[in-house]
T-cell receptor, first 112, second 115 residues
Framework: QQQVKQSPQSLIVQKGGISIINCAYE??????FPWYQQFPGKGPALLIA?????SEKKEGRFTISFNKSAKQFSLHIMDSQPGDSATYFC???????????FGKGTKLSVIP | KAGVTQTPRYLIKTRGQQVTLSCSPI?????VSWYQQTPGQGLQFLFE???????NKGNFPGRFSGRQFSNSRSEMNVSTLELGDSALYLC??????????????FGNGTRLTVT
C-alpha cells in the first residue's frame, strides 16, 4: 500500500527553536519528496522538495534530511517564528507523476 | 501572474444531488490535478488532466468525474452526493512534466458541505 506516515500530529515550539517533523514511506518507486505548508483557508503551498540522490537540501531556514535506506525524510525549521504556525504536509510521488501521496499533516504552533 | 482560481468557494448541497466545481489554472499551465481534503483521510488524489486527457485517476468511485477544456480550465463533478463527500476540494495546476520537474500550484479550494 502506498502510504506516507507523518509524525507528530501536532507540535508546539518556542520562538527561535527548531521544529522537526518526520515522515516515512513504503513505496520504493517514489523519487520525489516535497513538503507543503498550509494556512487556514488557503491551499497547500510548496515549501521545499528533495530527490533521493541527495541526503540533505537547505533553503533558508528550512532543511530536508533524507535517508533512503530507512525510507524516511524529515523537515527541520530553524529559528522558528510565529509566522511559521501552519499545518505541514509531507508527500511522495514518482517524479513524472502528479499523484502525490500525502502524510496526514502536522499542526505547528510557534509561541512567542 | 494570477494563481489557480477555484469557484465557488463554498457550496451546500443535499444528499442525492450532484455538484460541479470549476478550476482555472495558472496561465500557461496545461496540467490540472484535483485533490480531496478531509480531516479524517487528509489529502487524497482524485485525478489529473493534461491536454484534455485524463492521465491518472485515484481510488475514488465513479461518482467522481472530471474534464478539461481546450483552454486548460477544468471541472469536476460529483453525482449522487453522500454525506461523506463533504470536504475541501483542491485544484492544482502545473506545466505538466511531473511534480519533480514542474511543481503543483494549489488553489484555495471549494468547501463542499453535504446535508
Amino acid at each position: 500500500q502506498q502510504q506516507v506516515k507523518q509524525s507528530p500530529q501536532s507540535l508546539i515550539v518556542q520562538k527561535g527553536g527548531i521544529s522537526i517533523i518526520n515522515c516515512a514511506y513504503e513505496n520504493t518507486a517514489f523519487d520525489y519528496f516535497p513538503w507543503y505548508q498550509q494556512f487556514p483557508g488557503k491551499g497547500p503551498a510548496l515549501l521545499i522538495a528533495i530527490r533521493p540522490d541527495v541526503s540533505e537540501k537547505k533553503e533558508g531556514r528550512f532543511t530536508i534530511s533524507f535517508n533512503k535506506s530507512a525510507k524516511q525524510f524529515s523537515l527541520h525549521i530553524m529559528d522558528s517564528q510565529p509566522g511559521d504556525s501552519a499545518t505541514y504536509f509531507c508527500a511522495a510521488s514518482g517524479a513524472g507523476s502528479y499523484q502525490l501521496t500525502f502524510g496526514k499533516g502536522t499542526k505547528l504552533s510557534v509561541i512567542p | 501572474k494570477a494563481g489557480v482560481t477555484q469557484t465557488p468557494r463554498y457550496l451546500i448541497k443535499t444528499r442525492g444531488q450532484q455538484v460541479t466545481l470549476s478550476c482555472s489554472p495558472i496561465s500557461g499551465h496545461r496540467s490540472v490535478s484535483w485533490y480531496q481534503q478531509t480531516p479524517g483521510q487528509g489529502l487524497q488524489f482524485l485525478f489529473e488532466y493534461f491536454s484534455e486527457t485524463q492521465r491518472n485517476k485515484g481510488n475514488f468511485p465513479g461518482r467522481f468525474s472530471g474534464r478539461q477544456f481546450s483552454n486548460s480550465r477544468s471541472e469536476m463533478n460529483v453525482s449522487t452526493l453522500e454525506l461523506g463527500d463533504s470536504a475541501l476540494y483542491l485544484c492544482a495546476s502545473s506545466l505538466g512534466s511531473g511534480a519533480g520537474n514542474s511543481p503543483l500550484h494549489f488553489g484555495n479550494g471549494t468547501r463542499l458541505t453535504v446535508t
